[in-house]
């Protein structure tokens, strides 16, 4: 099993979850984020204070999935999120040891 | 002879049998009080078998040793999964030593029957005393009810210790019982209107009904020192509706248990749903849906809550002389209508509120002062509402009235009283729709009413935040030029869910229409309502996108078109999304709202020279066509007046108000000056047009200075054909308008006078200079001088931020005339001390060049300094 974290545009959530859902990723869990890689900050003056945004809103999201799903979902997540702009975000992998359902104790891929 | 196990397990099919039975009738009847009955007594029987099995033969036996029933099991009331409360008690230490191991067994043996035994083991002086750690056994104790064993033991208990403790610990059994109550209140919300309820612990729910008893049983112990007559403990005017409420309460809660098979007490909405079908506690009433079930549900409840809560007020300020003293000073705030005792609002009149002015009074006088309704006051409430039905309030009268009400600090409470009374929908049945009214949503906690009201109230709070965030929209709600529009737009932003259909918006809208009709409000007013119920989902939407990228905000921004629209809805936003449920406002989701207004207001103010084209419908088309539609006899002159005026003017006046404007324009001549003068809430709005010419706008603002008026807002605008349409928003220091009604064609006459140049205005502002102290005390605010070239495609626009002072304008203004700057748009502003300006200004027809721009800085700087 392997947990798929993306960090997307805030602009982007509604497509990246359909695309998911299209491709039957029904279990997904969503993190209000703030990040910056290489896109820089924005500042704003209003009435002569400046408000500087260094951090900018983005969503986060996490995906556990069987093995044979990551490349479909991470193709799903890129296509959908893709501006081609600095800013559209990045997708980390990582392996997952367990999963257990809590309402019956399933286990492995059939919690998922 | 039949062995212990022979015994154990026939009582253990028996038990089973019974229980079985107990459920069928239950599923046949949905009787829950019958149910509780029944299943008390057959747990009566068990035990009794069992006492008699394992304790003593003799049901009155031994001396000195009882097995009482507390708590809910005390009362009678057994609900199918609830713990059986049965206290142990015992005169002496002996006894309880020797029955140790039969105690035991008895118990051991009710838990095999899979009865969630909760077993109390006290000597007869235990329960006398009260423990500090442990008031709820004190409380359980209230319910007692005698079992087996020694009589003569309980009757010591129950007509002796009893009393004594209550008499003894009344104040602090009251006040922990307060305590625990509160507490448990605040973990739902304080309020009862839960998607989702919980029927025994929610507000309002069983719990509530144990301890409005609870409460009124303690307080008349106190005072009688024995037990009183249970059926006088409560008020009569709550008696009826508490016993309703129990009735429908029992039976959902039986339900509950039945249905999921263990101690679950939550409403889900699958539960309801079943509920709403087998019409759960309602046989004989009307249920056509899951909403008519869930108003039934809500309504029992609200009546629980209410008298709850005022128990818990009433009796221990009753008591308590620190309360009172704390109390006390709230008579002070007693007016001739309205006596305040112990908190609580009393009639002077009996028959006041006959007097629908006196009625509206009352609401508003709880919303300003945070108080709350006596009994006999929501009595009196009720009984005048019939007289009210027949001849409704409605119009100005009523609209000034509910204004001033949503205006006060503690408005949502006073609404949600006005609603628990049905006051609320008899003035604006606009909001029957919504009443109670369940809508699944995972992300809504609360029913469509309380979530409007929630909303009102979190704006309210936004004063005592403490929290840098709240603090920013705090200071913009202090800048609205009318608040109670957008509190009524709150309430009645979702009134369009309670309708059968999809989009509640356009629903909403028609119900809108209907209130501004009901209430009178002008069309300017009736506009704006409209305004921001129809779009009270557009800022959450825009946030949804790139808040950062300029497209996304011009095309929000433009959406708006005004500022002080753009304030409002910004606003009612934040109010609307905090009530969702209190987690739903995250610190994430306030920045991006503060963000996104910022970028929209800034985008605002350097957008407002793009024009008015009548012969094409970009931008302004709507409104055009609106005003084409209305002035069918002005027609052509309308078009002569708006070509060429910024489209900022449209989106910041009203459809009667240029009308006005187009009128006031036709009537100019060849140097005419047409003034119009009109108090507005906290202001003073004077609206000149006259053709332009040079240094107009910095004569005006100079003669409203000498006049001692502070000027905090301000537009100018012109249009292709040089028609000028100014307007200043002033404050009367020296409430000369308000003092002298002739003052006001005066003042009108001297503006005049200035434009036409008769009047030396220097000497009328000097005259004012030497009259007038400055005032040392203020905030200090740095002068900022901001010059933009990419704003607009013809002008320069410049924003000045500096100290607000009287003859501020003037000044600034006659800079940039002397600098030959025109002023082609003036955007003033005024937050507190500080002064907002944004001119667009042009030199020599085109924008102001570098070097031009260097000498005005220079001289507004020269002039905001040595002023």
């Known amino acids: ?112 | 002879m039949s062995t212990v196990a022979d015994v154990s397990t026939e009582l253990r099919d028996s038990y089973a049998r019974e229980s079985a039975a107990i459920q069928q009738r239950f599923a046949a009847t949905g009787d829950g009080r019958a149910a509780i009955s029944e299943r008390t007594a057959l747990v009566d029987s068990t035990v009794l078998q069992l006492w008699n099995e394992i304790i003593s033969c003799d049901a009155k036996g031994p001396k000195n040793f009882a097995v009482i029933a507390t708590g809910g099991y005390g009362r009678g009331w057994l609900f199918p999964y609830s713990d059986i409360d049965l206290l142990f008690l015992h005169g002496e230490s002996g006894i309880e030593t020797e029955l140790k191991d039969a105690v035991r067994r008895f118990s051991q043996e009710l838990w095999d029957l899979r009865m969630k035994l909760s077993p109390a083991t006290r000597s007869i002086a235990e329960c006398e005393r009260l423990d500090p750690n442990n008031v709820e056994f004190a409380i359980s104790l209230l319910d007692c009810r005698y079992i087996a064993g020694d009589p003569n033991l309980f009757a010591r208990l129950r007509d002796k210790c009893i009393p004594r403790l209550v008499g003894r610990d009344c104040h602090a059994l009251i006040e922990n019982l307060g305590e625990i109550t509160r507490s448990r209140h605040h973990k739902f919300g304080n309020t009862v209107f839960h998607l989702e309820p919980n029927v025994k612990d929610g507000p309002g729910g069983l719990r509530d009904y144990n301890v409005a008893g609870w409460l009124a049983l303690i307080s008349a112990m106190e005072k009688l020192r024995m037990w009183p007559d249970p059926a006088t403990l409560l008020p009569v005017s709550s008696r009826r509706a508490f016993a309703a409420a129990l009735d429908f309460q029992t039976s959902a809660r039986c339900f509950l248990h039945y249905r999921y098979g263990r101690h679950d007490n939550t409403l889900t909405w699958e539960a309801q749903d079943e509920a709403a079908v087998r019409k759960i506690g309602t046989p004989e009433a009307e249920i056509s849906s899951v909403a008519d079930w869930m108003r039934v549900y809500f309504g029992h409840v609200r009546n629980v809550h209410r008298v709850c809560t005022q128990l818990l007020e009433e009796i221990p300020a009753a008591w308590s002389s620190v309360y009172r003293q704390f109390q006390g000073w709230r008579t002070k705030i007693t007016s001739a209508d309205f006596s305040v005792v112990d908190g609580l609002i009393f009639l002077q009149q009996p028959n006041a509120l006959q007097d629908p002015e006196k009625l509206l009074g009352l609401f508003h006088f709880m919303a300003e002062h945070g108080l709350k309704l006596s009994t006999t006051t929501e009595y009196k409430v009720e009984q005048a509402l019939p007289a009210l039905a027949s001849t409704p309030p409605r119009g100005g009268e009523l609209w000034l009235y509910l204004q001033e009400t949503l205006l006060q600090p503690n408005a949502a409470d006073a609404l949600r009283a006005m609603n628990a009374l049905r006051l609320l929908t008899l003035l604006l049945p606009e909001l029957k729709g919504i009443e109670a009214l369940v809508v699944r949503d995972f992300y809504h906690r609360y029913t469509v009413d309380e979530h409007s009201f929630i909303a009102i109230e979190n704006l309210h709070r936004l004063k005592e935040s403490k929290s840098e965030w709240d603090q920013r929209f705090a200071d913009l709600l202090t800048e609205l030029e009318q608040p109670e529009l957008l509190y009524l737009s709150l309430l009645l932003h979702d009134s369009g869910k309670g309708a059968q259909t999809d989009n509640h918006v356009e629903a909403s809208l028609q119900l809108t229409d209907s209130c501004g009709e009901r209430l009178d409000l002008d069309a300017t007013d009736r506009e704006t309502l409209r305004f921001l119920v129809a779009n009270h989902l557009e800022m959450s939407a825009a946030m949804r996108r790139d808040i950062f990228d300029p497209a996304n905000v011009k095309l929000f921004a433009e959406k708006i078109g005004a500022p002080e629209r753009l304030k409002m809805l910004c606003l009612m936003t934040y109010g609307d999304i905090k009530a969702v449920n209190p987690e739903a406002m995250t610190p994430w989701k306030a920045d991006n709202l503060w963000q996104l207004y910022i970028a929209s207001a800034n985008y605002l103010n350097r957008s407002a020279d793009e024009r008015v084209r009548t012969g094409s419908d970009a931008g302004s088309g709507a409104n055009l066509a609106h005003l084409h539609s209305l002035a069918a006899v002005a027609g052509k002159k309308i078009n002569i007046f708006l070509e060429g005026l910024p489209q900022r003017y449209l989106r910041i006046h009203g459809a009667s108000d240029v009308l006005a404007h187009t009128e006031m324009a036709s009537r100019l001549g060849q140097n005419g000056v047409e003034c119009g003068l009109k108090q507005v809430r906290h202001w003073y709005e004077l609206t000149l047009i006259t053709t332009d010419r040079p240094s107009l706008f910095a004569s005006v603002s100079g003669a409203l200075a000498a006049w001692g008026m502070n000027i905090v807002k301000a537009n100018a605008f012109s249009n292709a054909a040089g028609i000028v349409v100014d307007t200043f928003y002033f404050t009367d220091r020296f409430r000369t308008l308000e003092m002298n009604i002739q003052e006001w064609d005066r003042l009108k006459k001297s503006i005049a006078a200035v434009v036409k140049g008769e009047t030396d205005l220097a000497r009328m502002i000097s005259d004012r200079m030497r009259s007038e102290k400055s005032d040392g005390t203020k905030v200090k605010i740095a002068t900022q001088i901001e010059f933009d070239d990419r704003a607009s495609t013809h002008s320069t626009l410049v924003q000045v931020i500096t100290q607000d002072r009287p003859g501020l304008l003037y000044r600034m203004c006659s800079a940039m005339s002397k600098q030959k700057c025109n002023i082609e748009i003036a955007l003033i502003e005024t937050e507190g001390q500080m002064a907002i300006d944004v001119f667009y200004l042009t030199a020599d027809g085109g924008k102001v060049s570098e070097e031009r721009r260097a000498g005005l800085e220079k001289a507004l700087r020269e002039e905001l300094a040595a002023n």
């Open chain 1, 1 to 112: 099993m392997t947990k798929i974290e993306a960090i997307i545009q805030v602009s982007k959530l509604d497509a990246v979850k359909d695309a998911l859902q299209e491709i039957g990723v029904e279990g997904i869990t969503v993190f209000e984020a703030r990040g910056h890689g290489r896109q820089k900050g924005h500042t704003e003056f209003y009435r002569g204070r400046e408000y500087t945004v260094d951090l900018i809103p983005k969503s986060k999201l996490e995906i556990v999935v069987a093995d044979d799903m990551v490349e479909k979902v991470e193709q799903a997540i890129i296509a959908a999120a893709r501006t081609g702009k600095i800013g559209d975000g990045k997708i980390f992998r990582s392996r997952i040891d367990e999963a257990i359902r809590i309402r019956n104790g399933d286990r492995g891929d059939s919690a998922l």
